[in-house]
C-alpha cells in the first residue's frame, strides 16, 4: 500500500505503483516485470512479497496502458486505494483487502480439503479400512478436493499454457489431473470400480495394465499437501505491509483547529499549512508544526525511541504523532499530510521493502528446467510403450507413474515444514521467524547495527545515586527531592521516587515548565531540577554534575533556601544481558555497530560497558537508514536490531532485521525476525536457529529433488506403477517432515 499512488517526477516522469494479483512464485513477477519494461519509457520493478508494482513511465504513457500490459501476461492489477482510517472495517462498511480475502479464501480450501482427503489417504492405505464400496466412498471424497481443493493450480497452469510457459503449477495440475482421470477410467472402465475390490499395499513391482488401480488418495494427498504450503506462504507475505498500516495508524485523525477564537473539531485530511490548531494534554500531534503559545512535555518516544520527554515552548518545533504530556498547546502547522516526519518515515519504510532484491527460491529456479523436462519425459513414455506394441492401457500407466512420481508434494513441504518446525521451536527460545526469504540473509550477516535504547538499554529511567553537597545528608536530600517528584508522572520524577519509598509528603506542588518542580516539604520550600534553578552550585555538585553528563546520565539538583543541597543521578539502565548478547554475537562472526540518536558521552559509556567498540551517535531517523546503506555500499551485509518507530525504516534496509518484542508495533512488522525475549542474546539465538533453519530447508529441497530424479527412470521404465509411485511419493514427503522435526532439538 503506498502513500501517494501516483506522483509526478521531474522531467515529465511519473510514479505509480499497482496492486498485482494472480502471482504464484516468483517467475511470475519476472514475467511481469519484462513485460512492463518492453513498453516505450518504462522502468519497473516487481515485487513478488509484496505483490506491488512500481513503474516509472512518461506522462504521455496512459494508465491503462499499463494495467493492459499486466493483463496481456495473464494477471491483474489496479491502482492501491489511499490508505483507510483504522475503522474502516469490514463491520463498519469498509472494504476488505484483497490480500486478506485471498489468504481466507486459501485457508478455508485447505480446511475443507484436508477433511475430505484425510479418510480417502487412510483407505488406499489401510486394507482393513477398505470396505464395500470404499472406492466409490473415495471418489466422492475426492472429487471436490481434485476439482474445487486444486482450482487454484489448474486456474494458474491454463494461464502459463496460454502464455507458452510452465511452471510447478502446471506440473501439479497436470499429475492431479492424469491420477484423477486414470481412476475415473478404472472405475468406469476397468475392474476397480467391481464389488469387493480391495487395493492391498504392497511394494512389490509389477508390470500390468493398472486397470484396477485406483490413485484418488495420491490426487488428493498431494493438492492438500502443497494447499498447505502455499497457504503458509500467503500468511507470511501478508505481513510485508503491516509496518506501513502501523506507521499510518500513529498519526491523528482529528485536530482542534482554532478558528475565529474558536476550537472547531475537524479531519486531520483537512489540516492545511499555516492553520493554528490546540493540542491538549494526552492528545497527539496532528502534523508538524511550531508552538505558539504554552509550555510542556513532549513524549517523542514513538518516533525516536527515546524514553525522556522533551520540554517545548513558543518557538520549538514539534512533531505529528507525538504526544503531548502535560500543558496546553497553540501550534502553527508546518507541514502536513505527506509531508510530515511519520508520512515521510513511512515512504522510507516502503521504499526499502521494494527496493529489496526478489528471492528467487531454490524450486522455482530448478522448477524452470525441471517441469518441462518431466512433460517431455511423460510424453516420451506414452509415446515408447505405445511404439513397442505393449498396449495403449500399460502406455499410459507408465506415463502417468512419471507424473505422479514427480509430482512436487515433498517440494512443497520442503519448505513450510523445516520453516513451521524452526518458527515453533523459536517461539519457545523467544524468537519468531516471519518468512524463508528471512533465512538467506542470516546466512551471510557479517555487520549487526545496535540501536541503543530499548534494545541495548532498558529504555526506563532509573536511580544511580545521590550526591550531598558537604555538610549535607544524602538520605535526607534523596527523601525531599522524592518528595516533590512525586506529584509528577514524568519519567525522572518516577525513577527518583521509585528509588525512594520512604519519604515525607509534600504540598502546593508546582511544576516548573522545562526547569523542573517546587513544592513545600517540613516547612521549607524544596526544588528540584536543572541546575538553573540555584544562583550558585557547590563546586562538588558541579563535579558531580559534570561526570554524570560526561557518562550520558542525567543530573537532577535538589535544594531548599535558595541553596542546592545534592544531585540525584538517573540513567537509562543497561540489559543485564546486553553484554552477554554482544560477545555471542561477535561469536557468530558478527561486527556489532551502536547507533542512537543520543548524545555521544551516553553511547559510548554504553558500548563500553557491553563490548561494543564502534559508536555512531546523534542520528537521526534517516540517518539510522543512511548508516545502513552505507555499510552496505561497502559490501557489508548488515542485520540491525531495533525496537523503536525511528528504527523501522533501517529495519526494513537492513539485510536482516530483528524487533525487539517489547518494541513498538510499527519497528516489529518492519523488521525479518521479532524478539520477542526483548534481550541481545536472543539476537544471536534467531541467528543460530536461521541458520540450521535455513540448512534443513536446503536439505530438503536437495533430497526431494534427488528422489525424483532417481525414481523417475524406474517409473519410465515401466517398473514403477502409478500405485506405488504414489507410496513412493508419501514416503518421501514423510521424509521431508521427519527431517524438519529434528530442529526441535535445538538448542
Not at 491483474?76 to 485471498?102: F, H, I, K
Not at 559509556?605 to 539510522?624: M, Q, Y
Amino acid at each position: 500500500m503506498s502513500i501517494e499512488s501516483l506522483t509526478t517526477k521531474p522531467a515529465g516522469i511519473r510514479q505509480v505503483e499497482l496492486d498485482i494479483s494472480g502471482m504464484t512464485c516468483a517467475s511470475c513477477a519476472n514475467r511481469i516485470e519484462r513485460k512492463l519494461n518492453k513498453l516505450d519509457g518504462v522502468t519497473a520493478t516487481v515485487n513478488y512479497a509484496t505483490e506491488t508494482a512500481r513503474v516509472h513511465h512518461s506522462d504521455d504513457l496512459g494508465l491503462d496502458v499499463l494495467l493492459a500490459a499486466v493483463e496481456s501476461a495473464g494477471y491483474s492489477a489496479t491502482v492501491p486505494p489511499p490508505p483507510s482510517a483504522p475503522d474502516a472495517s469490514p463491520a463498519a462498511g469498509g472494504v476488505v483487502d484483497r490480500r486478506d480475502a485471498e489468504v481466507e479464501a486459501l485457508r478455508q480450501r485447505l480446511v475443507l480439503s484436508a477433511l475430505l482427503s484425510v479418510p480417502v489417504i487412510a483407505m488406499a492405505m489401510t486394507p482393513a479400512l477398505q470396505f464395500t464400496y470404499w472406492q466409490w466412498a473415495s471418489l466422492t471424497l475426492a472429487a471436490p478436493v481434485v476439482v474445487w481443493g486444486a482450482w487454484p493450480f489448474h486456474r494458474a497452469a491454463w494461464a502459463n499454457l496460454r502464455h507458452g510457459s510452465a511452471t510447478m503449477d502446471t506440473l501439479v495440475s497436470m499429475g492431479v489431473l492424469a491420477a484423477f482421470g486414470w481412476s475415473l477410467y478404472a472405475l468406469f472402465l476397468g475392474t476397480a470400480g467391481e464389488t469387493g475390490m480391495t487395493h492391498p499395499f504392497e511394494f512389490t513391482i509389477e508390470r500390468g495394465d493398472g486397470a484396477m488401480n485406483i490413485y484418488l488418495e495420491a490426487a488428493a494427498g498431494v493438492t492438500t499437501f502443497l494447499l498447505a504450503g502455499r497457504w503458509f506462504e500467503k500468511r507470511a507475505k501478508r505481513q510485508s505491509g503491516a509496518a506501513l498500516r502501523a506507521l499510518l495508524d500513529l498519526g491523528a485523525r482529528e485536530v482542534r483547529v482554532l478558528r475565529a477564537g474558536r476550537e472547531i473539531p475537524v479531519p486531520v485530511e483537512e489540516l492545511r499549512v499555516g492553520d493554528e490548531f490546540v493540542v491538549r494534554p494526552g492528545e497527539k500531534f496532528a502534523a508538524d508544526g511550531e508552538v505558539l503559545e504554552g509550555t510542556s512535555a513532549v513524549d517523542t518516544s514513538m518516533l525516536t525511541g527515546e524514553s525522556v520527554p522533551v520540554d517545548v515552548g513558543p518557538g520549538d518545533p514539534v512533531v505529528g504523532a507525538c504526544v503531548n504530556a502535560h500543558g496546553r498547546l497553540l501550534v502553527r502547522a508546518t507541514k502536513v499530510g505527506s509531508e510530515t516526519q511519520l508520512a515521510q518515515m513511512a515512504r522510507l519504510v516502503e521504499d526499502a521493502q521494494s527496493g529489496k532484491a526478489e528471492v528467487q527460491r531454490l524450486a522455482d529456479r530448478i522448477s524452470g528446467v525441471f517441469v518441462p523436462i518431466v512433460l517431455l519425459l511423460a510424453a516420451g513414455t506414452l509415446g515408447f510403450w505405445i511404439g513397442v506394441d505393449a498396449g495403449a492401457s500399460a502406455a499410459f500407466t507408465a506415463a502417468v507413474a512419471v507424473l505422479i512420481i514427480a509430482c512436487p508434494c515433498a517440494l512443497g513441504l520442503a519448505t513450510p515444514t523445516a520453516l513451521l518446525v524452526g518458527t515453533g521451536r523459536g517461539a519457545q527460545m523467544g524468537i519468531l521467524i516471519k518468512g524463508p526469504e528471512v533465512l538467506e540473509s542470516t546466512r551471510r550477516v557479517d555487520t549487526v547495527v545496535l540501536d541503543k535504547t530499548g534494545t541495548v538499554t532498558t529504555g526506563v529511567m532509573a536511580w544511580v545515586e545521590t550526591v550531598a553537597a558537604d555538610g549535607e545528608e544524602v538520605a535526607l536530600v534523596q527523601a525531599r527531592a522524592a518528595a516533590v517528584e512525586a506529584g509528577s508522572e514524568h519519567p525522572i520524577a518516577t525513577a527518583i521516587t521509585a528509588a525512594t519509598p520512604t519519604r515525607p509528603t509534600a504540598t502546593d506542588i508546582t511544576g516548573l515548565p522545562g526547569l523542573g518542580a517546587r513544592g513545600e516539604v517540613d516547612g521549607l520550600t524544596v526544588l528540584v531540577g536543572r541546575a538553573s534553578l540555584f544562583d550558585e552550585v557547590p563546586p562538588e555538585l558541579g563535579d558531580a554534575i559534570a561526570a554524570a553528563e560526561a557518562e550520558g546520565r542525567t543530573p537532577v539538583v535538589a535544594g531548599w533556601e535558595g541553596h542546592a543541597r545534592g544531585v540525584l543521578v538517573v540513567s537509562d539502565t543497561i540489559k543485564p544481558s546486553s553484554a552477554e548478547g554482544v560477545r555471542q554475537l561477535k561469536a557468530l562472526g558478527l561486527t556489532p555497530l551502536l547507533v542512537t540518536g543520543d548524545n555521544e558521552g551516553a553511547a559510548r559509556a554504553v558500548a563500553a560497558a557491553v563490548g561494543i567498540d564502534r559508536v555512531i551517535a546523534g542520528v537521526l531517523p534517516a540517518d539510522k537508514v543512511d548508516v545502513v546503506r552505507s555499510l552496505q555500499a561497502e559490501g557489508k551485509v548488515v542485520a540491525m536490531i531495533g525496537d523503536g518507530v525511528n528504527d523501522a525504516p533501517a529495519l526494513a534496509t537492513a539485510d536482516l532485521g530483528l524487533a525487539m518484542g517489547a518494541g513498538t508495533d510499527v519497528a516489529i512488522e518492519a523488521s525479518d525476525l521479532t524478539l520477542v525475549r526483548s534481550d541481545l542474546t536472543a539476537a544471536a539465538d534467531a541467528v543460530r536457529l536461521s541458520r540450521r533453519t535455513l540448512g534443513t530447508i536446503k536439505g530438503n529441497l536437495f533430497w526431494a529433488f534427488a528422489y525424483n530424479v532417481a525414481a523417475l527412470p524406474l517409473a519410465a521404465a515401466g517398473l514403477l506403477n502409478p500405485m506405488l509411485a504414489g507410496a513412493a511419493m508419501a514416503f518421501s514427503s514423510v521424509f521431508v517432515v521427519t527431517n524438519s522435526l529434528r530442529l526441535r532439538r535445538f538448542r
